[in-house]
């Protein structure tokens, strides 16, 4: 793995984060603590502009949820299942268990789990999928999306930019794990706050 962050940080520019990005939010499993952090680590430096960095993986990560949103929209739970219970989805980490883990945090928390859901590494690449499934609305799909996803990458390029004024290189990746697993834990419990007041809300005007 630090050789895949050695490698970010030599080839990284603004297209190359937004395919990564793209792949990360797909099926594919691809951390984006090895792309945006090792990104950011390089605007930091004055190579890149964090700012275009956080907007070429927020691009790059709605595409490929849109990727999800579309095969599921179109094709259907049995094809989804078809392609998580296949060698290619094993190869990729998926599994028949976890869409459904997906799908039930969908139909528990509707469409604002599609932001939400962005922000906690167990759901991010698979909340797309829900979305297509139960026919969310498109427009609103990708405001969520965008949304979450600009959030994430914003706190990993935060993590990236501040780490490079004390953490040398072969250092970064052990770091940005430590700081994207504690915020992580913090979203995850904000987002089930938000879900939470949202819900009695809406039980209150009815």
């Given at each position: 793995?630090?050789?895949?962050?050695?490698?970010?940080?030599?080839?990284?520019?603004?297209?190359?984060?937004?395919?990564?990005?793209?792949?990360?939010?797909?099926?594919?499993?691809?951390?984006?603590?090895?792309?945006?952090?090792?990104?950011?680590?390089?605007?930091?430096?004055?190579?890149?502009?964090?700012?275009?960095?956080?907007?070429?993986?927020?691009?790059?990560?709605?595409?490929?949820?849109?990727?999800?949103?579309?095969?599921?929209?179109?094709?259907?739970?049995?094809?989804?299942?078809?392609?998580?219970?296949?060698?290619?989805?094993?190869?990729?980490?998926?599994?028949?268990?976890?869409?459904?883990?997906?799908?039930?945090?969908?139909?528990?928390?509707?469409?604002?789990?599609?932001?939400?859901?962005?922000?906690?590494?167990?759901?991010?690449?698979?909340?797309?999928?829900?979305?297509?499934?139960?026919?969310?609305?498109?427009?609103?799909?990708?405001?969520?999306?965008?949304?979450?996803?600009?959030?994430?990458?914003?706190?990993?390029?935060?993590?990236?930019?501040?780490?490079?004024?004390?953490?040398?290189?072969?250092?970064?990746?052990?770091?940005?794990?430590?700081?994207?697993?504690?915020?992580?834990?913090?979203?995850?419990?904000?987002?089930?706050?938000?879900?939470?007041?949202?819900?009695?809300?809406?039980?209150k005007k009815n």
């Amino acid at each position: 793995m630090e050789s895949l962050v050695e490698f970010c940080l030599e080839n990284l520019n603004y297209w190359t984060v937004s395919f990564f990005m793209m792949i990360e939010s797909s099926f594919i499993p691809f951390p984006s603590e090895v792309v945006v952090p090792p990104a950011a680590y390089k605007a930091a430096a004055g190579e890149l502009n964090v700012f275009l960095v956080v907007l070429a993986a927020t691009l790059g990560a709605t595409v490929g949820a849109i990727i999800n949103y579309g095969l599921a929209y179109f094709l259907g739970r049995p094809f989804i299942y078809y392609i998580v219970n296949s060698r290619f989805g094993r190869m990729c980490l998926l599994s028949q268990d976890k869409v459904e883990v997906a799908e039930r945090y969908f139909e528990e928390h509707g469409a604002l789990s599609t932001m939400v859901g962005r922000l906690m590494p167990a759901v991010r690449q698979l909340i797309s999928i829900p979305a297509g499934l139960f026919k969310m609305n498109f427009f609103m799909f990708l405001l969520y999306t965008a949304i979450g996803a600009g959030l994430w990458n914003s706190v990993l390029a935060a993590i990236g930019y501040y780490l490079h004024s004390f953490i040398p290189q072969e250092e970064l990746l052990v770091k940005v794990k430590e700081y994207s697993h504690v915020i992580s834990l913090i979203f995850f419990l904000l987002g089930g706050a938000v879900i939470a007041y949202v819900i009695y809300k809406t039980k209150k005007k009815n």
